[in-house]
């Protein structure tokens, strides 16, 4: 398969059995992962605890990368917070260390590696993976492909479909297609952003 020097994939572990998600990633031709949790740990899956992870993908040939600094999702800074109390992505994306990790990117793309961005979750449309980072990688000029279980890929564009899609009833009328995709961006942020100040949080929601 012909990797495009500007393409970034964006993959999930789920529960997947360990040979199969290395499968997943070798099908697209994946060589680097670049784990975007914040925590790379997992109690009910220790098959994808960081350690265990880059031992088996190192065994595959494929390079393990762990971005928590610049892609995690969880920070308890009241400056990367909203009114009330979430991560606000955009903050993020301007952050030093988000800009430095998407310079990171594309230095590796430069090199040859075909990369994947790893979380958690099964659907990337349930991660910040895309709500936060795909689409600033979109608008930075890569393009995103999203990696599931049965080994087929949808676009960038695709999941910004179903998000106007679900929030259609909460866009204002705007006169711009990009405008009515960035408030629904902002819906997604609120529905799935981490707060500090929660009182249960899922271990590997983020």
Do not use: W
Not at 74 to 95: C, M, S, Y
Not at 152 to 168: A, F, G, P, R
Request: glycine fraction near 4%.
């Amino acid at each position: 398969m012909t990797i495009q020097s500007n393409t970034i994939y964006t993959i999930g572990h789920s529960n997947h059995e360990v040979r199969y998600f290395t499968e997943l990633l070798q099908h697209f031709g994946v060589d680097c992962v670049v784990d975007v949790r914040s925590v790379a740990a997992s109690s009910r899956f220790p098959q994808f605890n960081k350690a265990a992870l880059a031992e088996t993908l190192q065994a595959q040939n494929i390079l393990y990368l762990h971005f928590a600094k610049a892609f995690g999702a969880r920070h308890d800074d009241a400056a990367l917070l909203d009114e009330n109390g979430k991560v606000d992505f955009e903050k993020v994306q301007k952050t030093v260390e988000f800009i430095d990790g998407v310079e990171r990117l594309r230095s590796g793309l430069e090199k040859g590696y075909a990369i994947a961005l790893m979380c958690s979750e099964a659907e990337p449309f349930d991660c910040h993976r895309f709500s936060m980072i795909s689409k600033y990688l979109e608008l930075a000029g890569f393009e995103v492909k999203h990696i599931f279980k049965d080994k087929t890929l949808k676009t960038n564009v695709q999941l910004e479909n179903q998000l106007l899609k679900k929030y259609s009833r909460q866009l204002p009328f705007a006169p711009s297609l990009d405008e009515q995709v960035a408030h629904a961006y902002r819906l997604r942020n609120q529905d799935i952003a981490y707060s500090p100040f929660a009182t249960k949080e899922t271990e590997e929601s983020i």
